[in-house]
């Protein structure tokens, strides 16, 4: 038993002086550089910096028009069931004959005298043209799919 005690002294003595021991951290000194940031690439420009000027003879950008909007998927749906509505008609018997985008000049969409108490401005949509039963019709139609049948004089 006396044996096995001096074992755990020497071994206790051991873990403290390893302990002891130990190596302090390096202190910063005048030549010592801070490890570089690598997780983003570095720039090339430092920040703030205004971009070169544009030559003044610099060539103009062409930008060509955009391109025409395909007809919405609702417009023969709506324009069928305005025409049905005001012609009192089911829907299967008119057919759409064509369509053109345009701008009413308020919300009265072109149709009759501009009313006062609808809001001025141009208006867009849709001037649709339908056929029912051997006649021409035309429908004004504002952008969200709202409008009218128009009956002016030449046509119904």
């Known amino acids: 038993m006396e044996k096995v005690l001096r074992i755990l002294i020497l071994v206790f003595a051991f873990v403290v002086t390893l302990a002891s021991c130990q190596i302090p ?18 720039r090339d420009d430092p920040v703030g910096t205004e971009p070169p000027p544009v030559p003044v ?12 909007p395909a007809k919405p998927a609702w417009l023969d749906v709506s324009a069928k069931r305005i025409a ?39 208006v867009p949509g849709y001037l649709v043209t339908v056929a029912a039963e051997g006649q021409i019709y035309r429908v004004h139609m504002d952008a969200s799919g709202r409008g009218l049948l128009c009956l002016s004089a030449g046509t119904k």
């Open 84 to 122: 049905a509505t005001a012609l009192n008609m089911p829907a299967s018997a008119i057919t759409v004959r064509s369509y053109k985008q345009v701008a009413w000049p308020d919300a009265s969409l072109g149709c009759g005298p501009s009313d006062q108490s609808k809001p001025r401005g141009a």
């Open 25 to 42: 951290p390096p202190t910063p000194s005048a030549t010592m550089q801070p490890e570089p940031d690598r997780s983003m690439p570095p």
């Open 57 to 68: 003879d610099a060539a103009p950008e062409i930008i060509s028009p955009p391109p025409t």
